[in-house]
């Protein structure tokens, strides 16, 4: 009998990560997806590494945040204690809640971190540094297929460092040129997740890596991704695109996601974003002729 049968969209639950350097928004934008899948600030878990910094987020008015769930966590950073951590918050929240892990990095470099558990691996009599890789290596998978296999939504963190390379520069001599940013893991991690989002310091996220439809998302994170991602990983439902320039319609200060696309296709006949709809329509007023007067 075989194994090959017709392929068909099954629901899944979001497997992501938000990479970032220091100041980028990466928590907020985590618990905005969160809130957006969840609509429900108690079924959203926060494990925190950064020295409780998460707590800043918690009932702010200013930002529409709520009272999430949440744990602190401090040094060792080992896997073991994560895993524990990941287990817990996720039988806590339920199969339709969101654990976020902020952040994944102390994980791998801090103390308790994989790294530490090679070192430790390799002063044993016996081995080496080389050797020691195999054996600190399982608890780094062990560590990212237990986010990956609990029943309910993940979102991880993980801190960015700038990566160069020696090139030749334009006088003929080599140089240091940046070539991006690297987070701080494994350099293998990001595969292993559905979506990575590449937020910058102005607080833009971009993909780069997507099995979903944001391969052109290129905005700053709201509740509304998390609302889009949950419609398109339960129903299958791909989000409205913008007519003009191709990227996903979001909701838009006191906008709603149908507001503005009811407006746009009511004045222009199609389907806008609200910074087209606005540039297409104040065009449109611009050139109209003027009306005379009986």
């Known amino acids: 009998m075989s194994l090959f049968e017709k392929v068909t969209r099954k629901k899944a639950k979001l497997r992501l990560a938000l990479t970032g350097v220091s100041g980028a928004g990466k928590t907020l934008s985590a618990l905005y997806i969160a809130f957006g899948i969840t609509g429900d600030w108690s079924k959203i878990a926060l494990i925190d590494t950064e020295h409780e910094r998460a707590r800043f987020y918690a009932d702010r008015s200013d930002l529409g945040t709520g009272s999430f769930l949440y744990a602190p966590f401090s040094p060792p950073y080992s896997p073991d204690r994560y895993k524990q951590l990941v287990q817990e918050a996720a039988g806590i929240v339920g199969s339709d809640g969101v654990v976020i892990v902020d952040s994944l990095s102390h994980a791998w470099n801090n103390e308790g971190g994989v790294l530490d558990i090679k070192e430790k691996i390799a002063n ?36 960015s460092k700038m990566e160069y390379a020696m090139q030749e520069n334009e006088r003929g001599k080599i140089a240091p040129v940046k070539i991006g940013l690297a987070p701080v893991q494994r350099e293998d991690t990001e595969y292993e997740f559905d979506i990575v989002l590449n937020i910058g310091r102005d607080h833009t996220a971009t993909a780069s890596k997507d099995t979903t439809f944001l391969d052109k998302f290129g905005q700053v994170i709201t509740p509304e991704l998390g609302v889009q991602l949950k419609n398109w990983l339960s129903d299958g439902a791909d989000p ?7 990227k996903i319609i979001t909701a838009k200060k006191s906008k709603t996601v149908e507001q503005i696309i009811a407006a746009s296709t ?11 709809y606005a540039k297409e329509y104040r065009e449109m007023k611009a050139n109209a002729p003027a009306t005379v007067p009986d």
Do not use: F
């Open 266 to 276: 009511k004045a222009l006949n199609k389907k806008c974003c609200y910074d087209c």
């Open 124 to 159: 044993q009599q016996g081995k080496n540094s080389y050797t020691a890789w195999s054996e600190a290596g399982k608890y780094q998978n062990d560590l990212i297929n237990t986010i990956l296999a609990v029943d309910c939504h993940t979102i991880v963190t993980m801190r």
């Open 240 to 246: 409205e695109r913008c007519e003009t320039c191709g």
